[in-house]
């Protein structure tokens, strides 16, 4: 079926780093990809998303691109906030999976002032 | 515009007894799907119900059930609740759910099985 990995955290940053969580997938069809970031005691807030092949997602200095031939939608930022301290989620959509999001396992990422 | 609302947001219950979820999603949006999170198995898809249909369900058990009212507000229920079910339980609402519209969560309810 379909399903998402991502890379296991935690990640520890300093501010102003550059953050890279790598994610990819196996789907069939043209799924719709999607990042989600969730704060401590809160629920799951959408942060970008991409429909087909090479769009660009992005929000907050978040990017992500669509990469069908690597199978990838990797999340990246420039520079890292304190407040960007979360656990990111990539998930997938697809007319095969009956649209159900399904997510990766989830990336803790704690950014240090 | 308000966002997904769920209640109550925390509960503790006795094993054996049975909950009941509330999720209003956002005005106009028919779609309607339930996950459960916990640290162990991660994000989890129970159901999704449009316009008051189960349009799909996950693998869960029949302990594990729920609905959709004509105002789009759903609900799921537990019976013979289990230590196990303790975890954050997410509404999800959609315009239409599928792929080109993303979900908007709710804060969660945090279930508690004692």
């Known amino acids: 079926g379909d399903s998402v990995t991502q890379m296991e955290g935690p990640v520890t940053l300093s501010e102003e780093a550059f953050l890279t969580i790598n994610c990819t997938y196996t789907a069939t069809g043209y799924p719709s990809l999607f990042w989600y970031v969730q704060y401590p005691g809160e629920g799951l807030q959408l942060l970008l998303k991409a429909t087909k092949a090479d769009d660009k997602g992005s929000n907050k200095g978040f990017e992500a691109t669509y990469r069908k031939e690597t199978t990838s939608f990797h999340l990246e930022k420039g520079s890292v906030q304190v407040s960007d301290s979360a656990v990111y989620f990539c998930?997938?959509?697809?007319?095969?999976?009956?649209?159900?999001?399904?997510f990766g396992a989830g990336t803790t990422v704690t950014v240090r002032a | 515009k308000a966002g997904v609302t769920q209640t109550p947001r925390y509960l503790i219950k006795t094993r054996g007894q049975q909950v009941t979820l509330s999720c209003s999603p956002i005005?106009?949006?028919?779609?309607v799907s339930w996950y459960q999170q916990t640290p162990g198995q991660g994000l989890q898809f129970l159901f999704e119900y449009f316009s008051e249909t189960q349009r799909n369900k996950g693998n869960f058990p029949g302990r594990f059930s729920g609905r959709q009212f004509s105002n789009s507000r759903s609900e799921m229920n537990v019976s013979t609740l289990e230590l196990g079910d303790s975890a954050l339980y997410l509404c999800a609402s959609s315009l239409y759910g599928g792929l080109d519209y993303g979900y908007t969560f709710g804060s969660g309810t945090r279930l508690t099985v004692v």
């Open positions: 998930a997938l959509s697809a007319r095969s999976n009956d649209y159900k999001l399904s």
């Open positions: 005005s106009g949006h028919r779609s």
